[in-house]
């Protein structure tokens, strides 16, 4: 289920984007919830261009893992003009390593806390030269 939309909230995350009063802040991915531990897998054909401490703002919500900055323990795939981030990954549960090509489908690692989280659920972000693209422009439920 999708614990948070991509787009506006009002839960405090990224400042600077035209949004409403009510929703002041933008979330820049799609949350997934799950179980800690859960299967997360590639949804497109690329290549691993980073795996490890995500960059960022430092936070220490209840329910985190460390590390305790922003996506976490984060995956990230070039897959042609997106780079799509796998965020809040248990710290060394990946099954790639940056350089690797993967394929849809493919095991990549495994749904945990870490970063600025509250629970285990998958942050799943696109971007590309122009910022940040909603994740359901690329991909499909069920697909």
Known sequence: PISQAYGCTS???ISGYNCPSSRPWFHAGVDLAGARGDPLYA??????????VSQGVLCHYSG????????????????????IKYGHTIVNSQRVAAGDR???GQLI??????????????????QN????VDPFNLITTGR
């Open 43 to 52: 949804v497109m054909d690329g290549q691993v261009e980073f795996v490890g």
């Open 102 to 104: 993967v394929h849809p």
């Open 129 to 132: 030269a122009n910022g940040f």
């Open 11 to 13: 839960f405090p995350e």
């Open 109 to 126: 690692g495994l749904m945990g806390s870490t970063g600025c989280s509250t629970g285990a659920h998958l942050h799943f972000q696109v």
């Open 64 to 83: 985190s893992e460390e590390p305790h900055t922003n996506l976490g323990w984060v995956i990230q795939i070039r897959s042609g003009p997106y780079l």
